[in-house]
């Protein structure tokens, strides 16, 4: 069974009945960020690059403490309750006790009766609160919930030039080879030493914009901080975000951890052959603190364009970029 954790429950500390708790995590996070100043027109590409790994390890750490883990596990449904949990126990010890011949074959199967309606009446529920306000559009994602699911494993793959990949590091390995083939020697790009002028243009308020904007139900990469969770921290600590999204206009840096990213691999659709690694396509999920300065950027980006006229009036396909 996994136990991966997969992000936090951030609403969880903002509860009234849980006031408390929110105030000393906010407390504790801003006893320790004010030991450590934020960037300022003096930092490097250094300063910049150990900022930003700071601000990655440190609060995850302190999410680990004060939120409660969100785990993938065999019981990661939303209609399981605390009751089905104590049934399930309850099941456990009748077995034990079974095994011991404390306890007779009838009452395991009673106990399992009533685990199975628990489960089911708690199912029931479950749809009928979804089902009941839903709107036109998401009566239709009934369809999707109730169709069964895909192939969770692939064949083996064959790359261009007929190489097998049957393990699953082979397969990884081989699709991103087809993925993200090497550039050709002589044509790798050069990155600027520095930025330019434009971050002077860039205000609290765009940043603000450009973090509020962003879906709270995007996927997160790596690091597993959540556009949820960088809300909690602009709500905590904003300016050392202002500061470090200014830094990297200023110095033309993008840190090295918001460039790690994780895959989703997913399946080209009415593909003939599934054994070939190019029909298959990379999703990839990017750090969400790294989504905001490509968000600014973006923004920065579409207003000199339109400023400047430099789209033809005639294009209105993506002229916000």
């Known amino acids: 069974m996994s136990q991966k954790i997969t992000g936090w429950d951030i609403d969880g500390p903002k509860l009234k009945e849980e006031e408390e708790s929110y105030k000393k995590a906010q407390k504790e996070w801003r006893d320790k960020s004010s030991k450590r100043p934020v960037l300022d027109e003096n930092s490097s590409g250094d300063d910049l690059q150990m900022e930003a790994e700071w601000i990655q390890q440190n609060f995850v750490n302190h999410l680990n403490r004060c939120c409660k883990k969100i785990k993938v596990c065999a019981r990661s449904k939303r209609w399981w309750?605390?009751?089905i949990t104590e049934n399930r126990k309850i099941l456990g010890s009748i077995k034990r006790a079974r095994r011991k011949g404390e306890?007779?074959?009838?009452?395991?199967?009673k106990q399992q009766s009533n685990l199975r309606r628990m489960?089911?009446?708690s199912k029931t529920e479950m749809w009928r609160k979804f089902s009941t306000p839903a709107t036109r559009d998401q009566v239709w994602q009934a369809l999707r919930y109730t169709k069964p699911g895909g192939q969770q494993t692939t064949k083996a793959l064959r790359s261009r030039i007929w190489e097998v990949a049957e393990s699953w590091e082979e397969k990884a390995e081989l699709i991103k080879e087809e993925a993200f083939p090497k550039p050709l020697k002589g044509v790798e790009r050069k990155a600027h030493e520095e930025g330019g002028e434009m971050w002077k243009?860039?205000?609290?308020?765009?940043?603000?914009?450009?973090?509020?904007?962003?879906?709270?139900q995007k996927a997160t990469g790596p690091d597993r901080l959540s556009f949820k969770a960088i809300r909690l921290l602009w709500d905590w600590d904003s300016q050392r975000i202002i500061n470090i999204v200014k830094a990297s206009f200023r110095l033309g840096v993008h840190p090295q951890v918001w460039k790690e990213a994780k895959g989703v691999v997913i399946p080209?659709?009415?593909?003939?052959?599934?054994?070939?690694?190019?029909?298959?396509?990379?999703?990839?999920?990017?750090?969400c603190l790294g989504k905001v300065v490509e968000k600014v950027a973006a923004n920065a980006i579409a207003e000199e364009c339109e400023r400047s006229r430099l789209l033809h009036d005639g294009q209105f396909y993506q002229q916000q970029l």
């Open 81 to 83: 309750t605390a009751e």
């Open 201 to 216: 243009k860039i205000t609290d308020e765009d940043i603000r914009e450009a973090l509020l904007n962003q879906l709270v």
């Open 103 to 109: 306890a007779s074959q009838q009452q395991v199967k």
């Open 119 to 121: 489960i089911r009446q």
């Open 268 to 287: 080209k659709p009415n593909k003939p052959d599934y054994r070939v690694a190019k029909v298959y396509r990379v999703l990839t999920l990017l750090n």
